[in-house]
């Protein structure tokens, strides 16, 4: 069974970069592709970016590129997601995720398998 | 981008009743789309993938249907632990990949 423990919250100012960490227990990083989703308080879920498997990059949503950047370190199992220039509206729970990929009927079934509990970020002055 | 829809936004129903949600993708996405179940606190549950598998452990009462641009999540029967926010997100067209603003379901 996978899971995943995230770090604990963080509190930073405006401008500031924070980097928060998934690690990995039950199987092993190099075989999962990791994907970070953050949540606003009260607010919805919104995918940030993650690891495409079909072609081996990293993939940030347009909006969070340039400011973010998610790395992984394969010797202890732990993926790390990055986010820079810090401002309030990036206060939020941010969560990663493990994509799955099942094939149904010939077609290739994306969808986030596994989650971890989340670490929430806020940014205050 | 595609945006997704999900209808109504708070859904108060009675234990024991059939709840009914609705999730609109704004082009066709095919049968790549999910649903979640999130309660307070939590991180977000995986209910089901391809638009209508359910994923492992989750029970029987929870269904989904559609494809192309509507979909449903049906709860055929309310049970206590099932009082949640319900998102649907596609897979078809990333990045990104979208999820819907989500819905409520309360306790009537």
């Known amino acids: 069974q996978v899971q995943l423990v995230h770090s604990g919250a963080e509190v930073k100012k405006p401008g500031a970069s924070v980097k928060v960490s998934c690690k990995v227990s039950?199987?092993?990083?190099?075989?999962?592709?990791m994907h970070w989703v953050r949540q606003a308080p009260g607010k919805g879920l919104e995918w940030m970016g993650g690891f495409d498997p079909e072609d081996g990059d990293t993939v940030y949503a347009h909006r969070f590129q340039g400011r973010v950047t998610m790395t992984e370190d394969t010797s202890t199992d732990t993926a790390y997601m990055e986010l820079s220039s810090l401002r309030s509206e990036d206060t939020a729970v941010y969560y990663c995720?493990?994509?799955?990929?099942?094939?149904?009927?010939?077609?290739?079934?994306?969808?986030?398998?596994?989650w971890g509990q989340g670490t929430l970020v806020t940014v205050s002055s | 981008e595609i945006v997704m829809t999900q209808s109504p936004a708070t859904l108060s129903v009675s234990p024991g009743d059939r709840a009914t949600l609705s999730c609109r993708a704004s082009?066709?996405?095919?049968?790549?789309l999910a649903w979640y179940q999130q309660k307070p606190g939590q991180a977000p549950r995986l209910l089901i993938y391809g638009a209508s598998t359910r994923a492992t452990g989750i029970p029987a009462r929870f269904s989904g249907s559609g494809s192309g641009t509507e979909f449903t999540l049906t709860i055929s029967s309310l049970q206590s632990e099932d009082f949640a926010v319900y998102y649907c997100?596609?897979?078809?067209?990333?990045?990104?990949?979208?999820f819907g603003q989500g819905t409520k379901v309360e306790i009537e």
């Open positions: 997100q596609q897979y078809h067209k990333w990045p990104p990949w979208t």
């Open positions: 995720a493990t994509l799955g990929m099942i094939t149904l009927g010939g077609v290739i079934v994306p969808h986030f398998e596994y």
């Open positions: 082009q066709s996405v095919s049968s790549k």
């Open positions: 039950g199987y092993t990083l190099t075989k999962l592709s």
